[in-house]
């Protein structure tokens, strides 16, 4: 049975950073409130999924 060499590539490909030159001030500022708001989002699923675990070890835990 053969393998396809792309399996061995990463699920989901790094994007690469926005030309901030080519955009304006307002742009810049429209975009650094999306960066805020998509870290904040990040941040509380860090802070769920931690919480998951600790649930999980201490039902586990004896």
């Not at 060499?5 to 955009?23: E, I």
């Not at 990040?42 to 201490?58: D, L, V």
């Amino acid at each position: 049975m053969a393998f396809d060499l792309d399996d061995l590539d990463p699920r989901q490909k790094k994007t690469q950073p926005k030309n901030l030159d080519v955009m304006n001030v307002e742009d810049l500022k429209e975009y650094v409130v999306a960066l805020k708001a998509e870290l904040e989002r990040a941040e509380a699923k860090i802070k769920a999924k931690q919480s998951h675990a600790a649930a999980a070890a201490s039902l586990f835990k004896n």
